[in-house]
Protein backbone atom coordinates (compact mmCIF):
# COMPACT_ATOMS: atom_id res chain seq x y z
CA UNK A 1 0.00 0.00 0.00
CA UNK A 2 1.46 3.57 -1.14
CA UNK A 3 1.23 6.64 1.59
CA UNK A 4 -1.78 8.22 -0.07
CA UNK A 5 -3.64 4.91 0.13
CA UNK A 6 -2.26 4.76 4.01
CA UNK A 7 -3.33 7.67 4.89
CA UNK A 8 -6.64 7.71 2.95
CA UNK A 9 -7.18 4.61 5.30
CA UNK A 10 -6.01 6.48 8.49
CA UNK A 11 -8.68 9.21 7.89
CA UNK A 12 -11.50 6.87 7.54
CA UNK A 13 -10.42 5.24 10.96
CA UNK A 14 -10.03 8.68 12.69
CA UNK A 15 -13.13 9.91 11.30
CA UNK A 16 -15.25 6.76 12.07
CA UNK A 17 -14.24 6.57 15.70
CA UNK A 18 -14.50 10.74 16.16
CA UNK A 19 -18.10 10.04 15.57
CA UNK A 20 -18.29 6.99 17.49
CA UNK A 21 -16.65 8.99 20.30
CA UNK A 22 -19.05 12.04 19.40
CA UNK A 23 -22.15 9.42 19.54
CA UNK A 24 -20.93 8.00 22.63
CA UNK A 25 -20.60 10.91 24.16
CA UNK A 26 -23.85 12.35 23.23
CA UNK A 27 -26.04 9.00 23.51
CA UNK A 28 -27.25 9.14 26.96
CA UNK A 29 -28.42 13.10 25.98
CA UNK A 30 -29.64 11.31 22.79
CA UNK A 31 -31.76 8.39 24.77
CA UNK A 32 -33.45 11.40 26.64
CA UNK A 33 -35.19 12.92 23.63
CA UNK A 34 -38.44 12.60 21.90
CA UNK A 35 -38.32 10.73 18.85
CA UNK A 36 -37.57 11.66 15.25
CA UNK A 37 -36.35 10.76 11.87
CA UNK A 38 -32.75 9.39 12.22
CA UNK A 39 -29.81 11.61 11.74
CA UNK A 40 -27.04 11.14 9.24
CA UNK A 41 -23.91 12.07 10.40
CA UNK A 42 -22.73 15.41 10.16
CA UNK A 43 -25.76 16.77 8.19
CA UNK A 44 -28.25 15.47 10.84
CA UNK A 45 -32.04 15.41 9.15
CA UNK A 46 -30.44 18.00 6.26
CA UNK A 47 -32.46 15.75 3.15
CA UNK A 48 -36.10 15.38 5.37
CA UNK A 49 -35.98 19.03 5.80
CA UNK A 50 -36.34 21.74 2.85
CA UNK A 51 -34.35 24.77 3.08
CA UNK A 52 -36.82 27.11 1.34
CA UNK A 53 -39.63 26.18 3.39
CA UNK A 54 -38.89 24.79 6.80
CA UNK A 55 -42.27 25.03 8.19
CA UNK A 56 -43.41 22.74 5.44
CA UNK A 57 -40.84 20.32 6.03
CA UNK A 58 -41.90 20.33 9.85
CA UNK A 59 -45.38 19.79 9.43
CA UNK A 60 -44.47 16.64 7.32
CA UNK A 61 -42.61 15.03 10.10
CA UNK A 62 -45.24 15.49 12.76
CA UNK A 63 -47.59 13.60 10.85
CA UNK A 64 -45.39 10.82 11.55
CA UNK A 65 -43.75 11.58 14.69
CA UNK A 66 -46.83 13.68 16.58
CA UNK A 67 -46.63 16.94 18.14
CA UNK A 68 -43.06 16.85 19.81
CA UNK A 69 -40.45 15.14 18.26
CA UNK A 70 -36.66 15.56 17.47
CA UNK A 71 -35.09 16.99 14.45
CA UNK A 72 -31.58 17.55 13.92
CA UNK A 73 -30.25 20.74 12.51
CA UNK A 74 -26.75 19.29 10.90
CA UNK A 75 -24.95 18.04 14.61
CA UNK A 76 -27.44 19.19 17.11
CA UNK A 77 -31.06 18.16 18.08
CA UNK A 78 -33.62 20.37 18.37
CA UNK A 79 -37.12 19.67 20.29
CA UNK A 80 -39.94 20.63 17.68
CA UNK A 81 -43.09 21.71 19.27
CA UNK A 82 -46.15 21.39 16.83
CA UNK A 83 -49.89 22.26 17.37
CA UNK A 84 -51.24 24.88 20.35
CA UNK A 85 -51.23 22.14 22.76
CA UNK A 86 -47.49 21.61 22.88
CA UNK A 87 -46.36 25.08 22.55
CA UNK A 88 -49.01 25.93 25.51
CA UNK A 89 -47.80 23.38 27.85
CA UNK A 90 -44.00 24.20 27.14
CA UNK A 91 -44.36 28.26 26.51
CA UNK A 92 -46.89 28.93 29.46
CA UNK A 93 -47.66 26.10 31.62
CA UNK A 94 -43.50 25.55 32.03
CA UNK A 95 -42.75 28.85 31.12
CA UNK A 96 -40.13 29.53 33.48
CA UNK A 97 -38.01 25.65 32.22
CA UNK A 98 -38.17 26.93 28.70
CA UNK A 99 -37.40 30.43 28.69
CA UNK A 100 -34.18 30.78 27.30
CA UNK A 101 -33.18 31.63 23.85
CA UNK A 102 -32.12 29.10 21.63
CA UNK A 103 -28.56 28.84 19.28
CA UNK A 104 -29.63 31.96 16.54
CA UNK A 105 -26.17 31.54 14.81
CA UNK A 106 -26.61 34.28 11.80
CA UNK A 107 -27.86 36.70 14.97
CA UNK A 108 -25.51 35.74 17.45
CA UNK A 109 -22.03 36.53 15.18
CA UNK A 110 -23.41 40.05 15.07
CA UNK A 111 -24.85 40.42 18.92
CA UNK A 112 -23.00 37.75 20.85
CA UNK A 113 -25.39 37.11 23.35
CA UNK A 114 -25.86 41.05 24.34
CA UNK A 115 -29.29 42.67 23.91
CA UNK A 116 -32.83 42.21 24.41
CA UNK A 117 -33.37 39.43 22.21
CA UNK A 118 -30.76 37.06 22.16
CA UNK A 119 -29.38 36.82 25.41
CA UNK A 120 -30.06 34.85 28.32
CA UNK A 121 -29.88 34.63 32.70
CA UNK A 122 -29.84 37.24 34.41
CA UNK A 123 -28.76 39.49 31.73
CA UNK A 124 -31.42 38.70 29.90
CA UNK A 125 -33.70 39.07 32.72
CA UNK A 126 -32.13 42.81 34.07
CA UNK A 127 -32.52 44.15 30.47
CA UNK A 128 -35.85 43.16 29.88
CA UNK A 129 -36.96 44.88 33.06
CA UNK A 130 -35.48 47.80 32.23
CA UNK A 131 -36.50 47.71 28.82
CA UNK A 132 -40.02 47.19 29.93
CA UNK A 133 -40.24 49.92 32.50
CA UNK A 134 -38.10 52.69 30.40
CA UNK A 135 -40.68 52.34 27.41
CA UNK A 136 -43.90 52.85 29.80
CA UNK A 137 -41.92 55.63 30.93
CA UNK A 138 -41.97 57.13 27.28
CA UNK A 139 -45.58 56.41 27.10
CA UNK A 140 -45.54 52.79 25.19
CA UNK A 141 -48.88 51.84 25.92
CA UNK A 142 -50.98 54.92 26.79
CA UNK A 143 -51.88 58.37 25.21
CA UNK A 144 -48.68 59.89 24.55
CA UNK A 145 -47.90 57.18 22.28
CA UNK A 146 -51.22 57.04 20.30
CA UNK A 147 -51.32 60.79 19.75
CA UNK A 148 -47.11 59.50 18.14
CA UNK A 149 -49.10 57.31 16.24
CA UNK A 150 -51.23 59.01 15.24
CA UNK A 151 -49.22 62.15 13.91
CA UNK A 152 -46.87 59.24 11.86
CA UNK A 153 -50.43 58.41 10.49
CA UNK A 154 -50.88 61.91 9.01
CA UNK A 155 -47.40 61.96 7.57
CA UNK A 156 -48.10 59.14 5.90
CA UNK A 157 -51.29 60.20 4.90
CA UNK A 158 -49.54 62.82 3.18
CA UNK A 159 -47.10 60.81 1.78
CA UNK A 160 -49.74 58.71 0.02
CA UNK A 161 -51.50 61.49 -1.53
CA UNK A 162 -48.48 62.14 -3.42
CA UNK A 163 -48.69 59.22 -5.34
CA UNK A 164 -51.40 60.39 -7.45
CA UNK A 165 -53.42 57.35 -8.28
CA UNK A 166 -50.33 55.99 -9.80
CA UNK A 167 -48.85 52.79 -9.12
CA UNK A 168 -46.34 52.09 -6.40
CA UNK A 169 -44.54 49.82 -4.27
CA UNK A 170 -45.31 50.51 -0.66
CA UNK A 171 -42.32 48.84 1.46
CA UNK A 172 -40.56 51.81 2.30
CA UNK A 173 -43.41 54.32 2.46
CA UNK A 174 -44.82 51.37 5.31
CA UNK A 175 -40.67 51.40 7.19
CA UNK A 176 -40.98 55.03 7.03
CA UNK A 177 -43.85 55.62 9.26
CA UNK A 178 -43.63 52.88 11.62
CA UNK A 179 -40.02 52.99 12.35
CA UNK A 180 -40.85 56.83 13.06
CA UNK A 181 -42.42 55.90 16.14
CA UNK A 182 -39.78 53.36 17.92
CA UNK A 183 -37.15 55.82 16.49
CA UNK A 184 -38.83 58.85 18.19
CA UNK A 185 -38.85 56.67 21.75
CA UNK A 186 -35.13 55.47 21.19
CA UNK A 187 -33.71 58.24 19.84
CA UNK A 188 -35.67 60.97 20.66
CA UNK A 189 -36.66 61.98 17.21
CA UNK A 190 -38.31 61.11 13.85
CA UNK A 191 -36.48 61.19 10.41
CA UNK A 192 -38.06 63.17 7.32
CA UNK A 193 -39.28 60.68 4.58
CA UNK A 194 -36.63 61.84 2.85
CA UNK A 195 -34.03 61.65 4.92
CA UNK A 196 -30.99 59.56 2.85
CA UNK A 197 -29.53 58.07 5.92
CA UNK A 198 -32.96 57.19 6.90
CA UNK A 199 -33.72 55.25 3.55
CA UNK A 200 -30.36 53.42 4.00
CA UNK A 201 -31.17 52.10 7.22
CA UNK A 202 -34.49 51.11 6.48
CA UNK A 203 -33.12 49.17 3.31
CA UNK A 204 -30.14 47.28 5.36
CA UNK A 205 -33.07 46.28 7.52
CA UNK A 206 -35.26 44.89 4.66
CA UNK A 207 -32.48 43.23 2.74
CA UNK A 208 -31.54 41.56 5.99
CA UNK A 209 -35.19 40.58 6.97
CA UNK A 210 -35.53 38.88 3.53
CA UNK A 211 -31.86 37.15 3.61
CA UNK A 212 -32.73 35.62 6.99
CA UNK A 213 -35.83 34.91 5.83
CA UNK A 214 -34.07 32.69 2.32
CA UNK A 215 -32.30 29.58 2.00
CA UNK A 216 -28.70 30.97 3.20
CA UNK A 217 -30.03 32.36 6.17
CA UNK A 218 -31.41 28.78 7.33
CA UNK A 219 -28.23 27.30 6.09
CA UNK A 220 -26.22 29.46 8.00
CA UNK A 221 -28.14 28.63 11.27
CA UNK A 222 -27.56 25.15 10.69
CA UNK A 223 -23.75 25.16 9.62
CA UNK A 224 -22.26 28.59 10.69
CA UNK A 225 -18.74 27.15 11.39
CA UNK A 226 -19.01 26.36 7.49
CA UNK A 227 -21.19 28.99 6.19
CA UNK A 228 -18.99 31.64 7.91
CA UNK A 229 -15.81 30.58 5.27
CA UNK A 230 -17.81 30.20 1.91
CA UNK A 231 -19.02 33.22 0.25
CA UNK A 232 -22.87 33.92 -1.08
CA UNK A 233 -25.73 36.06 -0.14
CA UNK A 234 -25.57 35.38 3.70
CA UNK A 235 -22.11 37.28 3.96
CA UNK A 236 -24.37 40.81 3.00
CA UNK A 237 -26.52 39.87 6.18
CA UNK A 238 -23.35 40.51 8.53
CA UNK A 239 -22.00 44.20 6.55
CA UNK A 240 -25.60 45.38 7.11
CA UNK A 241 -25.04 44.78 10.72
CA UNK A 242 -22.03 46.23 10.99
CA UNK A 243 -23.03 49.35 8.64
CA UNK A 244 -26.33 49.39 11.39
CA UNK A 245 -24.43 49.21 14.46
CA UNK A 246 -22.17 51.88 13.39
CA UNK A 247 -25.14 54.58 12.93
CA UNK A 248 -26.32 53.12 16.61
CA UNK A 249 -23.04 54.45 18.29
CA UNK A 250 -23.18 57.75 16.33
CA UNK A 251 -26.54 57.98 18.02
CA UNK A 252 -25.05 56.89 21.16
CA UNK A 253 -22.00 59.22 20.78
CA UNK A 254 -24.35 62.25 20.50
CA UNK A 255 -26.21 61.13 23.23
CA UNK A 256 -23.42 60.69 25.41
CA UNK A 257 -22.25 64.53 24.56
CA UNK A 258 -25.51 66.15 25.35
CA UNK A 259 -26.13 63.86 28.49
CA UNK A 260 -28.06 65.25 31.38
CA UNK A 261 -29.08 63.05 33.96
CA UNK A 262 -31.95 65.42 35.18
CA UNK A 263 -33.46 65.29 31.93
CA UNK A 264 -33.48 62.26 30.03
CA UNK A 265 -34.88 62.78 26.37
CA UNK A 266 -35.22 58.83 25.55
CA UNK A 267 -34.25 55.41 25.75
CA UNK A 268 -30.55 55.83 25.08
CA UNK A 269 -30.06 58.74 27.93
CA UNK A 270 -31.92 56.54 30.04
CA UNK A 271 -29.34 53.77 29.55
CA UNK A 272 -26.44 55.83 29.74
CA UNK A 273 -28.02 56.93 32.77
CA UNK A 274 -28.11 53.69 34.15
CA UNK A 275 -24.61 52.65 32.91
CA UNK A 276 -23.24 55.55 35.24
CA UNK A 277 -24.97 54.07 37.85
CA UNK A 278 -23.39 50.90 37.78
CA UNK A 279 -20.01 51.53 36.82
CA UNK A 280 -18.32 49.77 39.61
CA UNK A 281 -20.23 47.00 39.87
CA UNK A 282 -18.44 44.40 37.56
CA UNK A 283 -21.01 42.26 36.99
CA UNK A 284 -23.38 44.87 35.36
CA UNK A 285 -25.27 44.07 32.55
CA UNK A 286 -25.27 47.53 31.12
CA UNK A 287 -22.88 48.71 29.12
CA UNK A 288 -21.90 50.30 26.07
CA UNK A 289 -22.45 46.26 24.37
CA UNK A 290 -25.59 45.76 25.74
CA UNK A 291 -27.07 49.56 25.13
CA UNK A 292 -25.75 49.05 21.24
CA UNK A 293 -27.82 45.78 20.79
CA UNK A 294 -30.63 46.13 22.84
CA UNK A 295 -31.34 49.97 20.78
CA UNK A 296 -30.56 47.33 18.02
CA UNK A 297 -33.37 44.83 18.56
CA UNK A 298 -36.04 47.66 19.38
CA UNK A 299 -34.86 49.72 15.93
CA UNK A 300 -34.81 46.39 14.11
CA UNK A 301 -37.62 44.79 15.91
CA UNK A 302 -40.08 48.03 16.22
CA UNK A 303 -39.58 48.46 12.49
CA UNK A 304 -39.92 45.34 10.50
CA UNK A 305 -42.98 43.12 11.85
CA UNK A 306 -45.44 45.94 12.06
CA UNK A 307 -44.56 46.76 8.05
CA UNK A 308 -44.62 43.54 6.58
CA UNK A 309 -47.93 42.98 8.21
CA UNK A 310 -49.36 46.17 7.20
CA UNK A 311 -47.96 45.53 3.68
CA UNK A 312 -48.97 41.86 3.95
CA UNK A 313 -52.87 42.54 5.09
CA UNK A 314 -53.08 45.39 2.12
CA UNK A 315 -52.65 42.78 -0.20
CA UNK A 316 -55.22 40.42 1.10
CA UNK A 317 -57.56 42.78 1.78
CA UNK A 318 -57.15 43.73 -2.47
CA UNK A 319 -57.61 39.64 -2.71
CA UNK A 320 -60.92 39.89 -0.97
CA UNK A 321 -62.27 43.20 -1.85
CA UNK A 322 -66.15 42.29 -0.25
CA UNK A 323 -63.57 42.29 3.39
CA UNK A 324 -62.40 45.34 2.56
CA UNK A 325 -66.07 47.07 1.71
CA UNK A 326 -66.90 45.70 5.20
CA UNK A 327 -63.92 47.61 6.42
CA UNK A 328 -64.82 50.94 4.84
CA UNK A 329 -68.07 50.24 6.03
CA UNK A 330 -67.47 49.89 9.78
CA UNK A 331 -64.91 52.61 9.81
CA UNK A 332 -67.64 55.11 7.92
CA UNK A 333 -70.05 54.11 10.74
CA UNK A 334 -68.12 54.25 13.56
CA UNK A 335 -64.78 57.00 13.16
CA UNK A 336 -66.18 58.78 9.89
CA UNK A 337 -64.31 61.23 7.94
CA UNK A 338 -63.94 63.93 9.60
CA UNK A 339 -61.69 62.66 12.83
CA UNK A 340 -58.83 60.51 13.54
CA UNK A 341 -58.85 56.96 14.28
CA UNK A 342 -58.70 56.64 17.88
CA UNK A 343 -57.84 53.29 19.89
CA UNK A 344 -61.09 53.57 22.33
CA UNK A 345 -62.32 52.77 18.74
CA UNK A 346 -61.41 49.49 18.71
CA UNK A 347 -63.88 48.05 20.86
CA UNK A 348 -66.88 49.54 18.67
CA UNK A 349 -65.21 47.84 15.90
CA UNK A 350 -65.23 44.32 16.30
CA UNK A 351 -65.26 43.24 12.36
CA UNK A 352 -62.17 45.95 11.60
CA UNK A 353 -60.19 44.14 14.97
CA UNK A 354 -61.26 40.70 13.52
CA UNK A 355 -59.62 41.37 10.29
CA UNK A 356 -56.77 42.67 11.68
CA UNK A 357 -56.16 39.69 14.07
CA UNK A 358 -56.73 37.35 11.06
CA UNK A 359 -54.07 39.38 8.74
CA UNK A 360 -51.59 38.33 11.79
CA UNK A 361 -52.31 35.09 12.00
CA UNK A 362 -52.92 33.96 8.74
CA UNK A 363 -49.40 35.48 7.83
CA UNK A 364 -48.06 34.34 10.65
CA UNK A 365 -44.97 37.01 10.17
CA UNK A 366 -42.47 35.17 12.18
CA UNK A 367 -43.57 31.21 11.63
CA UNK A 368 -40.87 29.45 13.72
CA UNK A 369 -40.46 32.38 16.66
CA UNK A 370 -37.27 32.96 18.04
CA UNK A 371 -35.32 29.62 19.40
CA UNK A 372 -35.77 28.69 22.66
CA UNK A 373 -33.99 26.33 24.97
CA UNK A 374 -34.49 24.68 28.10
CA UNK A 375 -32.46 26.65 31.06
CA UNK A 376 -32.65 23.49 33.59
CA UNK A 377 -32.82 19.63 32.97
CA UNK A 378 -37.31 19.40 32.52
CA UNK A 379 -39.39 16.90 32.41
CA UNK A 380 -42.11 17.03 29.31
CA UNK A 381 -44.52 14.82 28.27
CA UNK A 382 -42.23 11.85 29.98
CA UNK A 383 -39.49 12.72 28.26
CA UNK A 384 -36.22 13.93 30.51
CA UNK A 385 -35.03 16.96 28.25
CA UNK A 386 -31.96 18.15 29.09
CA UNK A 387 -30.38 21.60 29.90
CA UNK A 388 -29.61 23.60 27.13
CA UNK A 389 -31.45 21.71 24.59
CA UNK A 390 -32.75 23.73 21.63
CA UNK A 391 -36.42 24.30 21.21
CA UNK A 392 -38.19 25.18 17.66
CA UNK A 393 -42.22 26.17 18.79
CA UNK A 394 -43.82 26.25 15.03
CA UNK A 395 -46.19 29.06 15.63
CA UNK A 396 -47.84 28.08 12.42
CA UNK A 397 -48.91 25.00 13.84
CA UNK A 398 -50.60 26.94 16.44
CA UNK A 399 -51.95 29.43 13.83
CA UNK A 400 -53.03 26.66 11.76
CA UNK A 401 -54.35 24.66 14.12
CA UNK A 402 -57.94 22.89 13.28
CA UNK A 403 -58.69 21.92 16.46
CA UNK A 404 -58.39 25.86 17.44
CA UNK A 405 -59.67 27.68 13.75
CA UNK A 406 -62.58 26.27 11.52
CA UNK A 407 -61.47 26.47 8.23
CA UNK A 408 -57.51 27.62 9.24
CA UNK A 409 -55.95 27.54 5.53
CA UNK A 410 -58.53 29.82 4.81
CA UNK A 411 -58.32 33.58 5.24
CA UNK A 412 -61.54 34.15 7.68
CA UNK A 413 -61.97 37.07 9.70
CA UNK A 414 -65.33 35.02 11.82
CA UNK A 415 -62.27 33.53 13.32
CA UNK A 416 -62.45 36.03 15.43
CA UNK A 417 -66.04 36.71 15.79
CA UNK A 418 -69.13 34.80 17.85
CA UNK A 419 -72.18 34.27 16.76
CA UNK A 420 -73.24 37.75 17.32
CA UNK A 421 -70.47 39.09 15.32
CA UNK A 422 -68.57 40.80 18.30
CA UNK A 423 -64.76 40.21 18.89
CA UNK A 424 -64.05 36.68 20.08
CA UNK A 425 -60.82 36.35 21.67
CA UNK A 426 -58.56 32.96 20.60
CA UNK A 427 -55.55 31.77 23.17
CA UNK A 428 -54.25 29.91 20.03
CA UNK A 429 -53.52 33.68 18.90
CA UNK A 430 -49.70 33.97 19.05
CA UNK A 431 -48.35 36.14 16.84
CA UNK A 432 -46.15 37.92 19.37
CA UNK A 433 -45.15 34.27 20.53
CA UNK A 434 -45.61 33.57 24.41
CA UNK A 435 -44.28 32.78 27.57
CA UNK A 436 -41.65 34.61 29.24
CA UNK A 437 -40.22 35.62 26.19
CA UNK A 438 -43.29 37.58 24.44
CA UNK A 439 -42.25 40.33 22.61
CA UNK A 440 -41.69 43.39 25.35
CA UNK A 441 -43.21 45.26 22.44
CA UNK A 442 -46.30 43.90 21.59
CA UNK A 443 -48.96 46.50 23.20
CA UNK A 444 -47.06 49.06 20.83
CA UNK A 445 -47.67 46.76 17.73
CA UNK A 446 -50.92 46.27 18.12
CA UNK A 447 -51.61 50.10 18.96
CA UNK A 448 -49.71 50.91 15.19
CA UNK A 449 -51.85 48.04 13.52
CA UNK A 450 -55.19 49.78 14.68
CA UNK A 451 -54.36 52.91 14.12
CA UNK A 452 -52.57 52.53 10.55
CA UNK A 453 -54.58 50.43 9.22
CA UNK A 454 -58.15 52.57 9.79
CA UNK A 455 -56.64 55.81 9.21
CA UNK A 456 -55.24 54.38 5.57
CA UNK A 457 -58.47 52.87 5.02
CA UNK A 458 -60.41 55.47 6.27
CA UNK A 459 -58.42 57.64 3.78
CA UNK A 460 -58.28 55.41 0.60
CA UNK A 461 -59.19 52.78 -1.21
CA UNK A 462 -56.69 50.77 -2.99
CA UNK A 463 -56.70 49.16 -6.18
CA UNK A 464 -54.45 46.65 -7.64
CA UNK A 465 -52.56 46.23 -10.67
CA UNK A 466 -54.14 42.62 -11.68
CA UNK A 467 -57.69 41.31 -10.65
CA UNK A 468 -57.86 39.76 -7.65
CA UNK A 469 -57.92 36.02 -8.51
CA UNK A 470 -54.77 36.76 -10.01
CA UNK A 471 -52.72 38.18 -6.70
CA UNK A 472 -50.59 35.91 -5.21
CA UNK A 473 -50.70 35.80 -1.13
CA UNK A 474 -48.37 32.87 -0.81
CA UNK A 475 -44.78 34.16 0.77
CA UNK A 476 -42.18 34.69 -0.99
CA UNK A 477 -39.80 33.17 1.30
CA UNK A 478 -40.09 31.82 4.64
CA UNK A 479 -37.51 31.40 7.60
CA UNK A 480 -37.33 33.30 10.09
CA UNK A 481 -40.21 35.80 8.99
CA UNK A 482 -42.62 35.06 5.92
CA UNK A 483 -42.00 37.69 3.28
CA UNK A 484 -44.73 38.81 1.43
CA UNK A 485 -44.23 39.12 -2.65
CA UNK A 486 -43.41 43.08 -3.76
CA UNK A 487 -46.53 44.41 -5.63
CA UNK A 488 -47.66 47.71 -6.57
CA UNK A 489 -51.10 49.16 -6.11
CA UNK A 490 -52.72 52.30 -6.29
CA UNK A 491 -54.42 54.04 -3.35
CA UNK A 492 -57.77 56.01 -4.58
CA UNK A 493 -59.07 58.92 -2.43
CA UNK A 494 -61.72 58.27 -0.91
CA UNK A 495 -64.59 60.89 -1.64
CA UNK A 496 -66.20 62.22 2.08
CA UNK A 497 -69.93 61.49 2.52
Same mark, same amino acid.
Given at each position: ????????????IFLSCLM???????? /?????????????????????????????????? #???????????? @?????????????????????????????????????????????????????????????????????????????????????????????????????????????? #?????????????? =?????????????????????????????????????? /? *???????? /? !????????????????????? =????????? /?????????? =????? !????????????????? &????????????????????????????????? +??????????????? *???????????????????????????? &????????? +???? #??????????? +????????????NNSFKKN???????????????? @??????? =?????????????????? +?????? &???? #? @???????????????????
Amino acid at each position: MDASGALLVFLIIFLSCLMLFRNGKGW /KKEMQLPPGPSPLPVIGNLLQLDMKDMVKSLTML #SEKYGSVYTVYM @GTEPSVVLYGYKAVKEALIDQGEEFSGRGEYPVVFRFTQGNGIAFTNGEKWKNLRRFALQTLRNFGVGKKSIEERIKEEAYFLVKEFKKTNEEPFDPTFVMSKAVSNVIC #SVVFGNRFDYTDKS =FLTLLGLINENFQLMSSIWGTLYNIYPNVMKHLPGPHN /K *IFSNFEKL /K !LFVLERIKMHDEMFDANCPRD =FIDCFLSKM /KQEEQNPETS =FHTET !LVMTTHNLFFGGTETVS &TTLRYGFLILMKYPEIKAKVHEEIDQVIGQNRC +PAIEDRNKMPYTDAV *IHEVQRFTDIIPMSLPHCLIRDTMFRGY &TLPRGTNVI +PVLT #SVHYDPTQYKN +PAMFDPHNFLDNNNSFKKNDAFMPFSTGKRVCLGE @GLARMEL =FLYFTTILQNFDMKPVVS +PDQIDI &TPLS #S @GLGNVPRPYQFCLIPRLKH
